[in-house]
Every structure is written in C-alpha cells, then in structure tokens.
C-alpha cells in the first residue's frame, strides 16, 4: 500500500486534507469491505478518533470516490499486485456482470428473465446515458452498473476490468483499454457467446479464443485466422475445446464470490464515483487472492 501510494502531488486551492493518500485508500477499501454507507462508516470512525484525533465526516468519505489521488493509488495498487504475481502473460477468461443502483433489483433475477437485453441500461426512449430523467426525457434509466473483468486462470487474480453504466458492450471495451495500458500478453481467452463474432477474436492476435459460435453469424464476414483456429477445434476436439471454454465458470464464481463478500449493489449515484467504487470492488478480490497458490491448468485441444 505504500509504495502505491508514492506519488507526486501538487496541492490547489482550498484546504488541504485532513488524511493523508494512505489513509484516503485505507478508507475507502475498509468502507467497501464493510458496506456501510458514508454516514455509518464516518459515525464508526468517530471510535478511532479518540485514538487519532483526526475527525472525519460523512462528506470527507463521500469525496474520497472523486479524488483523483485514490484513484491514481488504486490504478498503482493493481498493478503492483499483478507485478507481485509475475503476470506479464496470461491464460485468461471474461465475463460481465452488473451491480444495482437499487435494493429492489437482482442483476442474476433480471437476467434470467430479459436475457441479452439486460446487458444495457433500457432507454425510455432514444438517448443518453445521464442521471435524472427518465423514460419522460427518452434518457437512459440507471438501474445497473456493468462491469467486465478479465481473470488470469492460473493466479485467480483480475488482469484488468472496466466498468459502464451504459451497457456491457462499453464495459468490455474498458477492460480491453485497461489491459492494453497494463501490458499483459494474452495467451488464451475464453468469452461467452455475446463475444463470440470473428472481430472479436481479432482483438487477441495470436492467441488461442475459445469461443462458442452464435446462430446468427452471417456467412459473409470476413473470417480471422483466431476465429477460424478457434471453429476448428471446436469441430475436430469438441471434448477438449469444451473443457478449455467452460474454464469460464471461474469467472462467474469470481463475481459470485465478490458479491457475497462486497455485496450485489453499489450506493452510488455520481458517475465518477460509481467507477470508483467498482474499483474498489476488483481491488479487494486480488487483495483476498494475491497470496493464493498457482492453479494448474489443462493442456489445451491437440497438446499432449
């Protein structure tokens, strides 16, 4: 956490804070690990003040989703763990999920039921994705916050994540965007169906995509050696390609894991602060894993 914290700041204008950045970070994870809103996460550190001295209110700890510093930390946090690891390639499996805005929604509950339609924010009309009116305005309603995660299947760990209170699609894109930034060399990946068209498979050049074809692929797109490496094997070793793709699952039991500890629903409603709480959700998943063992992974189609 220290060294995360080591960065350059130049103070502006107004007062300066009252904690310092390590403290900032320690804060806003502890308040995440322990879903208390920002009232009862400052009334519960009123116990500590009389240790400290330092008192913090309810609006120090809501800022804390907006700083810039955290954020930074956080960033530096990542890829200090993902540096820990030695993961500079990876064998790798995505997935999205969604995190409510409401106590009255159930991400897996409206899945089941709407299917590909609740992978993106229902507009009441046409429009865009901005707080406040709703279907009368023909702006977007919130109702989840989409996150995509990239899991490295030997250490457990999130490579890189990306959130959007658009759809999905956007959220996936921000990974992507994230892992570029970080570096990581993608050896495999394995995508659900949503991802399974040839362009996506173009993304991983040279790369091993386990993918599961859509019905609605149409003849005349034009074909890329990864998908094609990928339709193969799915032809010719149905048994072990299937085995690699549903390596999947670790993805899901990832967010299932993350959201009995952290909790299924984000109390945020700014958009900055939304992105920033998500973070802090991937944050403690590789926190929680970062000394787990090295799992095995399968050799894959026409390996021996």
């Known amino acids: 956490m220290d060294k995360a914290c080591q960065i350059s700041i130049t103070n502006g204008p107004g007062a300066p804070h009252i904690l310092t950045l390590k403290q900032r970070v320690v804060l806003l994870l502890l308040k995440t690990l322990y879903e208390q809103s920002n009232r009862m996460m400052s009334g519960t550190l009123v116990t500590f003040s009389l240790l400290s001295g330092v008192d913090v209110s309810y609006k120090t700890v809501e ?5 810039p510093d955290v954020e930074i930390a956080l960033a530096n ?10 993961i500079a390639r990876t064998d790798a499996t995505g997935d999205g999920t969604g995190y409510a805005l409401s106590i009255t929604q159930h991400y897996s509950t409206t899945v089941e039921r709407q299917r590909e339609k609740a992978k993106e924010n229902q507009p009441g009309g046409a429009g865009t994705d901005k707080p406040g009116k709703a279907a009368a305005s023909g702006k977007k309603v919130k109702r989840w916050v989409y996150s995509f995660r990239l899991l490295d ?9 990306g959130s959007s209170l658009r759809s999905e699609r956007a959220a996936y894109e921000a990974a992507l965007r994230w892992l570029d930034r970080m570096g990581v060399v993608v050896n495999s990946i394995r995508l659900d169906r949503y991802y399974s068209f040839p362009k996506e498979a173009a993304r991983f050049k040279g790369a091993k995509v386990y993918l599961i074809p859509r019905k609605d692929t149409a003849s005349h797109i034009p074909i890329v050696p990864e998908w ?6 799915f032809v010719d070793t149905p048994m072990e390609y299937l085995q690699q793709y549903f390596l999947r699952e670790h993805s899901e039991a990832g967010f299932s894991a993350d959201k009995r500890i952290l909790g299924w629903a984000i109390a945020q409603r700014r958009d900055d602060r939304i992105g920033t709480a998500e973070t802090c959700q991937s944050a403690w998943h590789n926190l929680l894993n970062l000394y787990g063992p090295d799992y095995p992974l399968l050799a894959g189609p026409g390996t021996r």
């Open 63 to 67: 800022r804390l989703y907006s700083d």
């Open 77 to 86: 946090l990542h890829r200090l763990m993902i540096e820990r690891r030695g």
């Open 153 to 161: 299947l030997r250490t457990r760990l999130y490579v890189a994540t």
């Open 228 to 233: 094609l490496q990928a339709m193969l094997g």
